[in-house]
């Protein structure tokens, strides 16, 4: 779950179902506006999503990247839906297992993101600007350079929710 994502879902008038690993990511989700929180704690996530939607997800998103996740998200879809796959999913073969028999089956959508197009940057700056969409609400702490040398090494396993921005005057 990608903290951005759950915020530009709700601007733009989602029901939003969040899922991560973190109780606390859970909890920053909520607070950007999530509709829905569910714990990825070796639960059936695509059981737990139609048990809150009924036929699945219209739309998923994956900004963890890796095949659990992608194929939860996948396998969380209702027929016709669509998915977006936020980064690479990094494996030892650069190939990655996808439940492609359920794409097939339930004529899905799979999109893949790297970024978002310079011809988007309007409507988003326009949601920025009604106040809709608040960008700087995803900022958790600031720190200075040292501080941020000391962070990086762990960050990948840090598990704090939202954004640490460095700042060098600091």
Do not use: F, W
Not at 47 to 68: N, P, W
Not at 132 to 148: F, M, N
Request: charge should be negative.
């Amino acid at each position: 779950m990608g903290l951005s994502a759950v915020m530009i879902a709700k601007a733009l008038g989602a029901q939003v179902i969040a899922v991560d690993r973190s109780p606390e990511a859970l909890e920053a989700a909520r607070n950007l506006g999530a509709d829905h929180g569910i714990l990825a704690d070796g639960q059936d996530v695509p059981a737990a999503v139609r048990e809150i939607t009924g036929e699945g997800s219209q739309i998923s998103v994956d900004a963890v990247g890796s095949e659990q996740t992608c194929a939860s998200a996948i396998l969380s879809l209702r027929r016709r839906g669509r998915h977006v796959q936020i980064g690479l999913l990094p494996t030892e073969t650069g190939l990655s297992q996808v439940p492609m028999a359920r794409a097939i089956a339930y004529e899905l959508d799979l999109l893949g993101s790297h970024g978002m197009a310079a011809t988007d940057y309007p409507g988003m700056l326009a949601l920025i600007a009604r106040g809709t969409l608040r960008p700087q609400d995803l900022i958790e702490r600031v720190v200075g350079l040292e501080e941020a040398a000391l962070l990086l090494p762990d960050q990948p396993k840090s598990g704090t929710p939202g954004m640490t921005m460095i700042d060098p005057a600091l």
